[in-house]
């Protein structure tokens, strides 16, 4: 019901002007679900035109217009959510239980939040002298190309859309060519709400391609990406020459650091939750666990067992705790990491490389996987970008210690550290070089589902990741 084919410009469905496709596949059997465009320069200079021609409209709309609008989609998105659930699910391999309950949850929320923000914000801040009086206008940038991942499609798609929109900006948005379907359900929903043609532009394809062209128009303004750390480098050279406004929120080696005091059954929880939340596939993901030393053999038996009981199955099960990864591409570089572990002396304390027998042949899945026994200085799992089911697990003694190797690493995203001191707990936050520490709490989607609980974290400001607040105003 809520899906049509093909790109979507100015309020309409069309094909890419090339006539090339692309297959969509379920990562559940390998069977294709449908066809979408394989856009080219050609099609993006045509949706970016049609966002361009839309903004003075929209930027001359009244801030309660634009809420409204927000909120309706809002509603529609409610009114849809178990229909694009499925969506979401069939089309990344994410379990349809996480996806009724964490994706299309907080894609609803994305729009209602940023209605009520933009409605007490009016964008004007003034600043008294004694013979003057100074303001800001913060203004609407024009048009804004919103770059989104394959793991938590619509979820992440609505975090760009929503802001960009209440602010007054258009969009031209290229969603992952391996999950395409919710962003042309949300379209359908545009169109259904009353949305003015133009201000919101959808163009599937690949990165190399319709991608590149987006970040290097000269008439998009923003660029917004989510996704890998090598493609954001080139979404970085590419936006860099003509001094666009850029956001990136790209990898993460997140480190789970348990001291000994921790409660084992507690710390088991953790760290399987962090490592193995949607399939692995989330950049907070702790696929890095450190242990001190005295917990360390008791942690790393209950683990294992504990990993072992994740059910793997198709991801419509409510059973299913692991589903199939995104695409087949990523099922073997995921399996490849494996391969590298054993080579460099890793132990394979839960699941590893075979095949996960009683599922289809043709889907992408991998046993959910613990190993220990790794250099966490030099081994590619321990240090590289996995993001998939695969966590390793090394022995600590010191605070020292800990901080050092947490610190050793390009991904300075988030940790989370389990202590009962608070004075642990504040010392080595304090000093870990990430941009979240989350304390005796995991990091792996819980401040998306549960957004009002009390976390304890501290933000630093020298991250090596990038900031995720996208600014869609200049002032």
């Not at 809002?74 to 178990?82: P, R």
């Not at 100074?134 to 190309?145: D, H, K």
């Not at 201000?199 to 391609?209: C, D, K, Q």
């Not at 090598?230 to 979404?235: C, H």
Request: charged fraction near 15%.
């Amino acid at each position: 019901m809520l899906f049509k084919n093909g790109n979507f410009i100015n309020g309409k469905f069309v094909a890419a002007q090339s006539g090339k496709v692309l297959n969509n596949i379920n990562p559940a059997t390998g069977d294709i679900i449908c066809q979408l465009p394989r856009s080219s320069d050609e099609d993006v200079d045509f949706a970016v035109d049609s966002a361009l021609s839309a903004f003075p409209g929209w930027k001359s709309t009244s801030i309660e217009a634009r809420a409204s609008l927000l909120d309706r989609i809002g509603d529609l998105l409610e009114k849809y959510s178990e229909e694009l659930a499925v969506m979401e699910s069939e089309d990344s391999g994410k379990t349809l239980v996480m996806a009724k309950a964490v994706d299309i949850p907080r894609a609803i929320a994305n729009f209602r939040f940023f209605a009520g923000a933009i409605r007490h914000d009016s964008g004007l801040h003034t600043f008294h002298m004694d013979s003057a009086v100074n303001y800001t206008s913060r203004e609407p940038l024009g048009v804004a190309g919103l770059i989104t991942p394959w793991n938590l499609p619509l979820y992440l798609l609505s975090w760009k859309v929503a802001p960009a929109l209440a602010c007054g900006n258009t969009v031209v948005c290229k969603p992952s060519e391996i999950t395409p379907r919710t962003a042309n359900a949300l379209a359908v929903i545009f169109n259904e709400a009353g949305a003015p043609p133009g201000i919101f532009n959808v163009v599937h394809g690949l990165g190399g391609e319709c991608g590149n062209r987006l970040v290097s128009h000269p008439s998009v303004r923003l660029v917004s990406f989510t996704g890998g750390t090598a493609t954001g480098a080139l979404v970085a050279s590419s936006s860099a020459p003509l001094f666009k406004r850029l956001s990136l929120e790209l990898g993460g080696k997140n480190a789970t650091v348990i001291f000994s005091d921790t409660p084992l059954g507690q710390a088991v929880e953790a760290a399987k939750r962090a490592g193995f939340t949607n399939n692995g596939q989330v950049c907070l993901c702790g696929s890095r666990v450190f242990v001190q030393r005295p917990l360390y053999d008791a942690f790393l038996e209950a683990f294992g067992e504990a990993v072992k009981g994740l059910v793997v199955g198709h991801p419509s099960l409510s059973s299913t705790d692991v589903g199939p990864l995104s695409s087949a591409q990523h099922k073997e570089k995921v399996l490849s990491y494996i391969d590298s572990a054993l080579v460099e002396g890793g132990v394979i304390v839960a699941g590893g490389p075979g095949p996960v027998e009683g599922l289809p042949q043709g889907g992408f899945y991998v046993k959910p996987t613990v190993i220990s026994g790794l250099n966490a200085k030099t081994s590619r799992a321990a240090r590289e970008e996995v993001f998939g089911p695969l966590v390793t697990v090394h022995p600590f003694d010191s605070e020292a210690e800990v901080i050092e190797l947490v610190n050793d690493s390009k991904y300075g995203l988030c940790a989370n550290v389990w202590t009962k001191d608070v004075n642990t707990a504040l010392r080595v936050s304090k000093n870990l070089s990430v941009g979240i520490v989350w304390v005796s709490e995991c990091a792996a989607l819980l401040c998306f589902i549960y957004p009002h609980s009390i976390t304890y974290f501290l933000h630093r400001a020298h991250s090596h990741t990038p900031s995720t607040h996208t600014h869609y105003a200049q002032g």
